[in-house]
């Protein structure tokens, strides 16, 4: 299982994210670069940093670190607040096996603050979530 199949497993999983983007078969979460959406509500996540944890004796060859940018979409602050709210608790507190995630396991923490973002030219806001992970596959 990938990094990114980890992230949205666990998102469509949890019934406060797919009460708000919708579920099977249209979900409205999306890697970075793959977004079909044109209407809100809707989820974007990324990858921004990848690195391995080492010990005195060398490289743990199944643990590394990443950032993980989660985007969150909607088409009033109100909503945008509830989504990002819904993402934060399908990811918060998330350690041990990940819920949708079979044998991939991590401890995910909310890095810094959060950002609002107003989308002036698509009308949108968004909320960007940065969090930290260790994890192991």
């Known amino acids: 299982m990938t990094f990114d199949q980890a992230?949205?497993?666990v998102l469509?999983?949890?019934a406060g994210v797919a009460a708000i983007v919708g579920g099977s078969p249209s979900w409205k979460i999306f890697p970075v670069g793959l977004q079909t959406a044109k209407l809100p509500p809707y989820i974007v996540f990324s990858r921004t940093k990848n690195q391995d944890y080492r010990t005195i004796d060398g490289a743990l060859p199944t643990i590394e670190g990443m950032t993980v940018e989660v985007i969150c979409y909607a088409s009033t602050?109100?909503?945008v607040d509830a989504l990002s709210d819904a993402v934060q608790?399908?990811?918060l507190p998330c350690k041990g096996e990940v819920a949708g995630a079979p044998g991939f396991y991590w401890c995910?923490?909310?890095h810094g603050s959060?950002?609002?973002i107003y989308e002036a030219e698509e009308m949108l806001y968004?909320?960007?979530l940065t969090f930290e992970t260790i994890?192991?596959?």
């Open 7 to 9: 992230i949205f497993g």
């Open 12 to 14: 469509s999983t949890n």
């Open 77 to 79: 602050p109100a909503a």
């Open 89 to 91: 608790n399908a990811l």
């Open 108 to 110: 995910m923490v909310l």
């Open 114 to 116: 959060i950002s609002d």
């Open 126 to 128: 968004a909320v960007n």
């Open 135 to 137: 994890y192991r596959t």
